[in-house]
């Protein structure tokens, strides 16, 4: 069963089987079309104290809320920077887990079925995967995905069937405490009646306590869990005095509905505020025909506020812009896999592993030393090669941080686990600066190492006739459109490196793209690959997708260069 398709339902922060994406797209429509997206003020949640924990209740069980943040047990706080992955629906891809701790992150966001929608995911399977999530050092939240969209999908689950499941599987939760958290059920309810959230999201949280249940519970919010209405948001408190322990986190998913910084730190505000606790449990930000999600602010506000994030999603949609892998394969990242692992206050910055599994607490003061002066290899016209010697810690070296040098000023270009890395997107004959930083668990930072001059080759030149270009438009909605780039290499020899040329005749642009980094002047669009997508072998071919924006005409390009040389249209 593939992951859901967001081209109907991104706006409202869904993933469903493309199956049934065109059974909901009209009632999106009209819900945009109403201006739901742009809903009234309403009053901020009132803070409050925590309710005292009943006698028996564990609160200060393994990972729980103090003074509306989550903790671990030894009272350390706990900020979570991670991944959704899809396991239900692709329970053979077990080796994500590994990969997605290879990133650096901290927490992993494990998609569930308790058999009403999907194939049910039993305890063993359950077991195994919280398993292979401690001996990766994840945190793992456990979701069921069966919820999504209640009341206004008529497939989707209720959360009194997800806390039963829960219940059944006790036995596999009982004493996990300091590793699970227990996300009841994903977006569970709709825009059809979005107040009818609160009292079935009580009465699972009570259903589950009453069972027994010590462990830290995340409830996401109506609205296909993006609450662009403010229900959870202005019924928070009273939900969360209804849990006996205290241990409830709320979650937000931020898509187009946060398209601006002020919606984004309005919303996110709101909780801290008020002392409740809040994570944004899914958050996507390529563009799409609803709108462009801040994900900047997302991450930024979070790293200001300490608040957790865990992106959506590690591989497997079926519309693959929020993919941040492609193919489950951690060496070929999207644009958007770029973006949450290495960019701005992306995994690499700020991950820090949960102290549970013998990272650093923070007393840790002490800084790596640097790291050896990195040495260049593999050098094209528009990626290197860097690898450099190890630096030491007194308790670990969490990762290393690769910085472009211009002057005095830094920009961070990649960031890595190991003592290698290749940097992609530079341009070809130009000269460039590039030095290293360590960095340990508890975000001490070394001294910068040495710098290391690289020079860019020049652009490969392609023979007129060695290659050909495939051009087609896979979907298109009122302003915008998916398209799909074919690169072939016909000739005898494998090109490295390569830079395409086309020309929009319409006025279309491209919003985002993936297998490549798009330049557009006008109509004039030139794209340089990905490190995956550099070389073509010969007879071989890469593959190019992107969205982007049209008026009406969206006519296909009539010509197109490959590093100059004019390709045939296939």
């Not at 209740?57 to 047990?73: P, W």
Request: contains cysteine; aromatic residues 8%.
């Amino acid at each position: 069963m593939s992951t859901a398709s967001y081209t109907a339902r991104r706006a409202v922060g869904v993933k469903r089987p493309a199956s049934v994406v065109l059974t909901v797209l009209a009632t999106l429509l009209g819900v945009l079309g109403l201006g739901a997206l742009t809903p009234a003020h309403a009053s901020p949640v009132q803070a409050a104290p925590a309710p005292a924990a009943s006698a028996g209740a564990a609160a200060g069980t393994g990972l729980h809320i103090s003074d509306g943040r989550l903790v671990e047990g030894n009272g350390n706080d706990f900020i979570m920077r991670g991944v959704n992955h899809a396991h239900t629906w692709y329970p053979g891809e077990t080796q994500s887990l590994a990969d997605i701790k290879a990133t650096g992150a901290n927490t992993v966001r494990v998609v569930l079925s308790d058999g009403y929608r999907w194939s049910k995911n039993g305890p063993d399977d359950v077991a195994s995967v919280i398993a292979q999530c401690k001996a990766n050092r994840l945190i793992c939240v456990l979701e069921v995905h069966d919820t999504t969209g209640y009341g206004e999908d008529s497939a989707a689950g209720t959360l009194d069937h997800a806390a039963d499941y829960w219940i059944g599987l006790k036995d596999v939760l009982d004493g996990q405490e300091d590793y699970v958290v227990i996300n009841i059920g994903n977006e569970p309810w709709g825009n059809t009646n979005p107040a009818g959230w609160t009292a079935p999201t009580t009465a699972a949280i009570k259903k589950l306590r009453a069972a027994g249940f010590a462990h830290t519970i995340m409830v996401d919010a109506p609205n296909w869990g993006q609450d662009w209405q403010n229900v959870m948001r202005d019924n928070a408190q009273a939900v969360y005095d209804a849990d006996t322990t205290g241990n409830l986190l709320f979650s937000i998913h931020m898509y187009s509905v946060y398209n601006t910084a002020q919606k984004v730190t309005d919303y996110l505000n709101t909780f801290v505020d008020a002392g409740l606790p809040l994570v944004i449990g899914e958050f996507g930000g390529p563009a799409d025909q609803y709108g462009d999600p801040d994900e900047d602010t997302m991450m930024s506000e979070a790293q200001r506020l300490g608040l957790g994030w865990i992106a959506w999603s590690w591989s497997g949609n079926t519309d693959p812009i929020l993919d941040l892998t492609i193919g489950f394969d951690p060496a070929r990242l999207s644009t958007w896999g770029e973006r949450i692992f290495h960019g701005a206050d992306g995994i690499a910055q700020t991950s820090r592993e949960a102290t549970v599994f013998g990272g650093p607490a923070e007393e840790d003061t002490e800084a790596p030393t640097a790291p050896g002066t990195p040495a260049a290899s593999a050098v094209t016209a528009t990626s290197a090669t860097l690898t450099w010697a190890a630096s030491s810690d007194n308790v670990a070296v969490a990762g290393y941080d690769v910085v472009r040098l211009n002057g005095t000023a830094e920009t961070v270009v990649a960031s890595s686990a190991t003592t290698s890395v290749t940097v992609t997107g530079l341009t070809a004959d130009t000269a460039y600066s590039f030095a290293v930083y360590a960095r340990d668990a508890a975000g001490n930072r070394s001294a910068r190492s040495a710098a290391v001059g690289v020079t860019t080759n020049e652009a490969p030149t392609t023979p007129a006739g060695s290659c050909t270009v495939g051009y087609k438009v896979v979907g298109q909605w009122p302003g915008g459109f998916q398209g799909e780039i074919t690169i072939r290499n016909t000739g005898s020899a494998a090109i490295d490196g390569w830079t395409l040329g086309f020309d929009f005749a319409d006025g279309q642009t491209i919003t985002n793209m993936w297998g490549g980094t798009p330049t557009q002047s006008g109509g004039s669009v030139s794209v340089t690959p990905a490190s995956y997508t550099a070389t073509i072998a010969p007879n071989g071919t890469v593959t190019v997708g992107f969205t982007g924006s049209q008026n009406g005409s969206n006519t296909v390009p009539a010509a197109f260069t490959l590093s100059g040389a004019a390709c045939a249209a296939a």
